[in-house]
């Protein structure tokens, strides 16, 4: 499984981004997809999940209310829309697969995409 992360770019605060997980190598139906986020000097945050089977979806306390993760199953991509950005959002974001269930945690996942980067700055 080869993962691409892509859609990073500045926005104001208060803008919104859409970030891409192009999946390749397969069908990923029996697979959980995570976002994660990795500021310098923290460790690597997660921030949203999905089954992509099922499609049944867990969303970090943190983004609740403001991130949604979704999937195209049709073109093997998902998605992490990013909205009513803030400062604090800034980081590099990855996007992540293992086979089977969701996991919170990062060491659970063995794909990784290369991370795109997010500004958010006025």
């Known amino acids: 499984v080869q993962l691409q992360a892509s859609g990073g770019g500045l926005v104001q605060p208060g803008g919104s981004l859409r970030l891409s997980c192009a999946a390749s190598?397969?069908?990923?139906?029996?697979?959980?997809i995570g976002w994660y986020r990795q500021v310098p000097g923290k460790e690597r945050e997660g921030l949203s999940w999905i089954n992509v089977g099922e499609g049944d979806t867990v969303i970090a306390d943190s983004v609740k209310g403001r991130f949604t993760i979704s999937r195209d199953r049709a073109k093997n991509t998902f998605y992490l829309q990013m909205n009513s950005l803030k400062h604090e959002d800034t980081g590099v974001y990855y996007c992540?697969?293992?086979?089977?269930?969701?996991?919170?945690?990062?060491?659970?996942?063995?794909?990784w995409g290369q991370g795109t980067l997010v500004t958010v700055s006025s």
């Open positions: 190598g397969g069908s990923l139906d029996a697979f959980a």
């Open positions: 992540a697969a293992r086979p089977g269930a969701i996991a919170i945690e990062a060491m659970w996942y063995a794909f």
